[in-house]
């Protein structure tokens, strides 16, 4: 079975600063695809960044850029230059091919 | 592209009644639609798996007959809570997957239940 497990139930940061997001999982397969995912208050959900097992570089997306270890079966997200907006919960997903979510890391961006 | 609906957005009904809720995909085929529900402040849980003209697979602990699950066109799936209790209360999620995106799923803006 896969599980995906974020350890960091809150988080914060001040304003333009960076910070980390961290995310284990745990599968038998050996290609995937992982997503990070944005729930603001409104609660829709907004796709932030996707991974595709096979590839070894790392994804990026503007600010956003994660760190894929494949071995260490880890996809950390790390938030450069943080913004007010970005206050919000971040889900780590697993994708085979219906979504399997990890508990979430609550991140409030302090002004 | 690629955008998901869901109606109602929010709905309130008494204990004892059944409330549907359909997901649909504005702008493309979706081959897939999954229905997740989210609880306050916890993660989003697999409800149920549903193809067009196929039954839905439910997760394990999901009453299939109390949660109905119909995807009977590429574009529309409903979920519909039969005699809906105040545990049902929850915010219900769909998200669509395509042939053309075996790689994401677009999700929709959710559906908040009450029950009272």
């Known amino acids: 079975a896969q599980t995906v497990t974020q350890s960091q139930p809150e988080m914060s940061v001040q304003e333009a600063e960076t910070v980390t997001l961290s995310c284990t999982y745990d599968?038998?397969?050996?290609?995937?695809?992982l997503f990070w995912y944005k729930q603001p208050p409104s609660r829709q959900m907004i796709l932030v960044i996707r991974?595709?097992?096979?590839?070894?570089q790392n994804a990026t997306e503007n600010r956003f850029s994660v760190n894929f270890q494949k071995a260490a079966k880890s996809f950390s997200l790390k938030i450069s230059d943080s913004q007010l907006g970005d206050t919000a919960m971040y889900f780590c997903?697993?994708?085979?091919?219906?979504?399997?979510f990890g508990a979430g890391t609550r991140l409030t961006v302090k002004p | 592209g690629a955008v998901v609906s869901q109606h109602p957005s929010w709905v309130i009904c008494k204990s004892g009644t059944s409330v549907k809720i359909e997901c649909r995909s504005l702008?493309?085929?979706?081959?897939?639609m999954f229905w997740y529900r989210q609880f306050p402040k916890q993660s989003l849980m697999l409800m149920a798996t549903?193809?067009?003209?196929?039954?839905?697979?439910?997760e394990q602990g999901v009453e299939k007959d109390k949660f109905l699950i119909n995807h009977a066109s590429l574009t529309l799936s409903t979920l519909t809570v039969t005699s809906a209790h105040p545990e049902d209360s929850s915010f219900y999620i769909c998200?669509?997957?395509?042939?053309?995106?075996?790689?994401?799923?677009?999700f929709g803006p959710g559906t908040r239940l009450t029950v009272l």
């Open positions: 991974q595709e097992a096979y590839k070894q």
């Open positions: 998200s669509a997957g395509t042939s053309f995106s075996y790689n994401e799923q677009f």
């Open positions: 549903s193809n067009e003209g196929s039954k839905a697979t439910y």
């Open positions: 702008d493309f085929q979706a081959t897939t």
């Open positions: 997903a697993f994708m085979r091919p219906d979504m399997r």
């Open positions: 599968t038998s397969e050996s290609n995937y695809y």
